[in-house]
C-alpha cells in the first residue's frame, strides 16, 4: 500500500525542462536558440516516458550566474518536493559555473531525491550514467564562458577605435544622476534625461585627457 502511495506521488510529479539562452550564445545561431531547445527536451521527454513536462526559460542570462528567474522558479518547485526530474539540453544551459553547476546536480537534487538529464553529455544521475565526467564538462563550460566574454570585448574594443557603435547598457530605472562610468571601451555618459551617450576613443577623465 505505502509503495502504491509513493508510486502515485512519483507519477504527480513534474518533469522540469529547463532551457537557457545568453546573448553570448547567439553567436551559435538557431542551435541553441529556445525554440531549438524546447522541441529537443519535449522530444527526448516524451520518448522516455518522463510525465507532466514543464518548461522553465531563461533568455538572455548568462550561465555564470544562477540568479535567473526562470532558474528560481524551478528550484522553488524542486524544494517544495513537486518536480521528479529535470533536463536539459547539455550541461552548458544549466549554468557556466562550475562550483554551483555541481553543488545542485551532485549535492542539492540527490538529497530531495530529484534525477538531473543532460541529453547532450548523456548525464542520467539515478542511473549513474555520465556523472564522472560532468566536472570536467563543468569546467570546460566555465572556461568557455570567460574566453567569448574576452573575444566579445576585444570586438567592441576595435570597433570602438575604428569609431564604429558598440552595444551599450540598457536603461534602468530610478533616478539617474549625471555621472561617468568607464567601460572599455567606451564611457557612458548618464544624463539627467537618462539617456546614454556614445564617446569615442578619446575622452577626459578628471583633468587629464587619455
Not at 521527454?45 to 524551478?74: C, W
Not at 529535470?86 to 549535492?107: A, M, P, Q
Not at 572556461?143 to 574576452?150: E, G, N, R, V
Request: proline letters at 4%.
Amino acid at each position: 500500500m505505502t509503495t502504491n502511495k509513493n508510486n502515485k506521488r512519483q507519477e504527480e510529479k513534474i518533469t522540469a525542462l529547463y532551457c537557457r539562452l545568453s546573448q553570448d550564445d547567439n553567436l551559435d545561431g538557431e542551435i541553441n536558440s529556445i525554440s531549438n531547445q524546447k522541441e529537443i527536451l519535449m522530444t527526448y521527454a516524451k520518448k522516455n516516458g518522463y510525465l507532466h513536462p514543464k518548461f522553465f526559460v531563461d533568455d538572455g542570462i548568462s550561465g555564470t550566474t544562477f540568479n535567473r528567474p526562470g532558474f528560481q522558479e524551478m528550484e522553488k518547485l524542486i524544494e517544495s518536493g513537486k518536480v521528479s526530474t529535470v533536463v536539459v539540453k547539455d550541461l552548458s544551459r544549466f549554468g557556466r559555473e562550475h562550483l554551483l553547476c555541481g553543488h545542485y546536480t551532485e549535492i542539492v537534487y540527490p538529497s530531495l531525491g530529484v534525477n538531473f538529464i543532460a541529453i547532450q553529455e548523456n548525464v542520467d544521475t539515478t542511473k549513474g550514467v555520465g556523472t564522472e565526467m560532468m566536472p570536467f564538462h563543468n569546467i570546460f563550460n566555465e572556461w568557455y564562458a570567460a574566453q567569448t566574454s574576452k573575444k566579445i570585448r576585444a570586438v567592441n574594443e576595435m570597433k570602438a577605435a575604428k569609431g564604429k557603435q558598440v552595444k551599450v547598457l540598457p536603461k534602468s530605472q530610478g533616478n539617474w544622476n549625471r555621472k561617468r562610468y568607464l567601460l572599455p571601451p567606451l564611457i557612458l555618459i548618464l544624463s539627467d534625461e537618462r539617456q546614454a551617450i556614445l564617446c569615442l576613443p578619446i575622452f577626459t577623465v578628471g583633468e587629464k585627457t587619455v
